[in-house]
């Protein structure tokens, strides 16, 4: 128990009380994770704008539609994204006023429909992605080949441990 600054005693803990050695290591690998993400990914957002007047969920839901020519349904564009389907809406809205996208009737479903990128979409998304590249390979070149091999071979690891600890969500 802690005194608290009224003189009655609290139940207060501190945060390494609470958590074991292990508990420790997880969070701050988690925070350094998080923190490497925020960093490069603020950075190729500003970028983005700057050089091609696009916004980063616009490029990424270009990226999905790129490595499925045929198409992808909004849900399933909302579950790649990680984001609701009233976003990926948006997002399509825009992207098909500027005809880098169409909605098209899904093949396997004719109540349903896919969307797509056009020729002009096709084009303006594969100039983006090989200077994206770019970018990304000069943010980590200070970073050796090596260390970057082992990462992707640990956080791999790490992806495979979490996908066989997914269940259902606590309470």
Avoid: Y
């Avoid at 957002?45 to 909004?74: K, S, V």
């Amino acid at each position: 128990m802690s005194k608290r600054e009224d003189g009655e005693q609290g139940v207060e803990l501190d945060l390494a009380s609470r958590l074991t050695r292990d508990h420790h290591q997880s969070l701050k690998l988690w925070l350094r994770m998080l923190s490497c993400t925020v960093r490069i990914e603020n950075e190729i957002r500003t970028r983005l704008r700057a050089q091609f007047g696009i916004t980063l969920p616009r490029f990424d839901l270009m990226a999905q539609l790129e490595r499925h020519p045929d198409g992808l349904r909004m849900g399933e564009l909302s579950k790649r994204m990680m984001v609701t389907g009233g976003n990926v809406t948006g997002i399509t809205d825009q992207l098909e006023r500027e005809q880098l996208v169409v909605r098209v009737p899904d093949p396997h479903d004719r109540r349903a429909w896919a969307v797509r990128l056009t020729p002009a979409g096709r084009s303006a998304f594969a100039a983006m992605a090989a200077v994206h590249e770019r970018w990304i390979d000069e943010m980590l070149a200070g970073f050796p080949a090596e260390d970057k091999a082992s990462l992707i071979a640990l956080l791999a690891s790490m992806k495979e441990t979490l996908r066989v600890e997914e269940g259902p969500a606590a309470p």
